[in-house]
């Protein structure tokens, strides 16, 4: 994807590939970036999955001056290496002038890790 599409500047930071439907990716993140794995691991670090939901974000909302405002995530399984792990968003309009962007990651048919961003709508 193209950094500006996620909020990022340098490709080596975009962490997401599109799929052919809407609000989807497939996580796919540069695994020699220096600071998402600064150390190994037997699976994709938490700084990792926190990085495509904000991406994700971006990419759902198509607006580069999205600022989030809230952030909550729950990790329930570990995301591994070895195999395809997807990205789906929706949005839900709050009455505040806000929107929420409730990011999934789905790995193996089992949800690895929920993010709600919730940022102005303008």
């Not at 691991?41 to 989030?68: C, I, W, Y």
């Amino acid at each position: 994807m193209a950094p500006a599409d996620v909020g990022r500047h340098n490709p080596a930071d975009v962490v997401l590939t599109p799929t052919p439907h809407p609000n989807r990716w497939l996580l796919t993140p540069n695994l020699n970036h220096p600071i998402h794995f600064d150390h190994t691991s037997d699976h994709l670090p938490g700084m990792v999955l926190l990085e495509a939901a904000r991406q994700a974000a971006h990419a759902t909302l198509k607006n580069p001056n999205f600022t989030p405002t809230t952030t909550h995530t729950t990790f329930t399984h570990y995301t591994e290496y070895d195999h395809p792990c997807h990205i789906h968003t929706h949005t839900t309009p709050d009455n505040n002038n806000t929107t929420t962007i409730h990011i999934t990651g789905h790995q193996q048919n089992r949800t690895t890790f929920t993010t709600t961003i919730t940022g102005p709508t303008t």
